[in-house]
């Protein structure tokens, strides 16, 4: 009787939604029966429909607008949660984040990786963040950051002349230490004269609601996580940070010869321990050298390795010649900022870039980043129409820009040039899209 019930009720489905297809359907109903996680239970919250909303009007945003009505939304590979994929509201690369970016339906979740004293692996952005995206500065591990806290400086006049500052690096830490410390929103107060003060600085566009004490991960426990989440693996091993200031460096940890290789390596191990298939790691980063290593030392997971691109205006990116030399290489996948692929023709409409058709000319697989990363385009964005300084993600598209909605625009725009997958700061969002597309 229930799989009679089911069966009615697939069909009721299918006479709904056309564009979802039967093994797609199914696949949601076993994975929920199984309490894997994947696919169970996506939750968009309002945000996604919001946008939809702020479009003008169009094709798009009318089939966007029926498949608003869908009764469910399944986990999918094309959104990748950056950072945890919740970092929108949420602390990054803690386990809040990360739970928040899987009930999104992100299938990928990212680990950014760096390191302690100890030689173990963590989750930050960067080794030496931790004074804007961790309470230390308020504990009694102030006293071990590479530089103090020094507050800001004002002259006679009330002009300042000094910014507060810090600098409070994972290596300054042992794992256990790093572990007592609570993520919060990346920011920090630069008139600030008390670190109370310093921890402060939230983008109006975010907020510290739901920052009251994230949990903060080691590369391992991050893994785990990911897995009991029914999501994929997307690491990316960070480069040492050169500061000199910096009191442990990736030498002193890995030691004096090859470094960056054994750093390379030990993000790898972390996998095979765990007993993950490679075909669900997408290791990543933005040193060529990583790459190779993977490629040439750990195949399997060099298979799907990711370049990642830090061009930061169009004359900085690669020519065919050269993305056809990573390709000869055994790069197959590559990874630049969204601004990258995208134009505008003559009738003011978001197009594939010459780099985008020079990728795909060079047998190159794409995924990109980040999406949601700039707050609002009508308050972040627009505004800087015809200054020196446009949004980062959105510089080669600001003439076919007009509203929030266009966020789905360019995302839609993005699909069709054929890149693998988004990261996004706000899940939902691509998820959202992706399902309405029938994007695995």
Request: hydrophobic content about 40%; overall charge negative.
């Amino acid at each position: 009787m229930q799989q009679g019930l089911r069966t009615l009720a697939l069909a009721a489905v299918f006479a709904l939604f056309p564009a979802v297809t039967m093994s797609a359907a199914a696949d949601r109903f076993a994975h929920d029966d199984e309490h894997t996680g994947r696919g169970a239970n996506v939750q968009l919250g309002p945000r996604p429909f919001y946008l939809v909303d702020k479009m003008d009007p169009s094709r798009l945003k009318r089939e966007l607008q029926r498949c608003a009505e869908r009764p469910f939304f399944y986990q999918t590979d094309f959104s990748i949660g950056h950072r945890g994929g919740g970092t929108l509201q949420f602390p990054e690369h803690t386990k809040e984040s990360h739970e928040a970016g899987a009930r999104m339906g992100a299938g990928v979740l990212e680990c950014d990786v760096t390191f302690t004293s100890d030689g173990a692996l963590v989750c930050r952005h960067d080794q030496c963040d931790l004074h804007t995206t961790t309470n230390i500065l308020v504990t009694d591990l102030a006293d071990k950051c590479s530089v103090p806290f020094s507050p800001t400086e004002f002259d006679a006049s009330g002009t300042r002349t000094k910014a507060a500052s810090a600098l409070c690096c994972t290596s300054d830490l042992t794992l256990d230490e790093f572990k007592s410390l609570k993520g919060k929103m990346d920011a920090s107060d630069p008139n600030a004269t008390t670190a109370q003060a310093f921890q402060g600085g939230t983008a109006n566009w975010r907020t510290d609601l739901y920052a009251t004490g994230g949990t903060l991960l080691s590369h391992k426990e991050s893994i785990k996580l990911i897995k009991s989440l029914g999501a994929k693996f997307t690491p990316e091993l960070k480069s040492a940070n050169p500061d000199p200031r910096v009191k442990v460096t990736l030498e002193q940890v890995f030691g004096p010869i090859d470094a960056q290789k054994h750093y390379a390596q030990a993000m790898i191990d972390d996998y095979k321990e765990a007993r993950i298939s490679p075909k669900d790691v997408f290791a990543q980063s933005f040193n060529f050298s990583d790459i190779l290593y993977w490629i040439q030392h750990e195949p399997q997971f060099g298979e799907q390795a990711v370049f990642l691109d830090d061009a930061n205006t169009p004359s900085e990116l690669p020519t065919l010649a050269e993305l056809q030399s990573y390709a000869a290489q055994g790069v197959k996948i590559v990874a630049p900022p969204m601004w990258a692929l995208l134009a505008v023709d003559g009738n003011g409409q978001i197009v594939p870039s010459q780099y985008a058709l020079n990728a795909k000319a060079a047998g190159l697989d794409i995924i990109t980043w980040t999406l949601e990363r700039s707050g609002r385009i009508v308050e972040e964005v627009l505004p800087t129409k015809g200054t020196n300084s446009p949004s980062f993600y959105y510089q080669t598209t600001l003439d076919a820009l007009h509203n929030d909605g266009d966020i789905l625009v360019t995302l839609d725009a993005l699909a069709k040039i054929g890149i693998l997958g988004i990261f996004s700061d706000w899940s939902a969002t691509v998820t959202f899209y992706a399902n309405c597309m029938g994007l695995k």
